[in-house]
């Protein structure tokens, strides 16, 4: 397998394959990055949050720079950033009101279950042959 050398659209689509496809998934990473950034923890709890970010930014960092030498980014080389992925969607739900938390949670674990029936019930197949 030859793994092209990275665009703009092709990070683009490894990120979303990265994250199974969830959109719901991104939505509350992108909420937690910017929670932990802009200052939504306390003062002693601050390495943790760098550290979940460093988690989920290094691997990507990482492949692109090794991309330079050999193209190496892939969404399964990201797997190692998939921990950091799950503390960010974590961070988002939290950093929200209750009944907002609640619904993100709510629509990240229904298509992260569609997903995951699709994968089991129709590999390979469009995920419209679910329904």
Not at 35 to 62: E, H
Not at 92 to 114: D, E, F, K, N, T
Not at 115 to 122: K, P, T, V
């Amino acid at each position: 397998m030859c793994i092209p050398s990275p665009t703009i659209h092709r990070i683009a689509l490894q990120t979303w394959d990265w994250s199974s496809r969830n959109p719901f998934a991104l939505l509350a990473a992108a909420i937690g990055f910017a929670a932990l950034v802009v200052g939504g923890t306390p003062r002693p709890s601050r390495w943790k949050a760098l550290f979940a970010i460093v988690w989920t930014i290094a691997p990507f960092l990482l492949t692109l720079g090794l991309s330079i030498v050999q193209p190496a980014f892939d969404s399964h080389y990201l797997l190692t950033a998939g921990a950091g992925l799950a503390l960010l969607i974590g961070a988002g739900i939290s950093a929200l009101p209750q009944r907002a938390s609640l619904i993100l949670l709510a629509l990240v674990a229904v298509v992260a279950g569609l997903q995951l029936a699709h994968y089991y019930i129709a590999p390979g197949r469009p995920f419209t042959s679910l329904f």
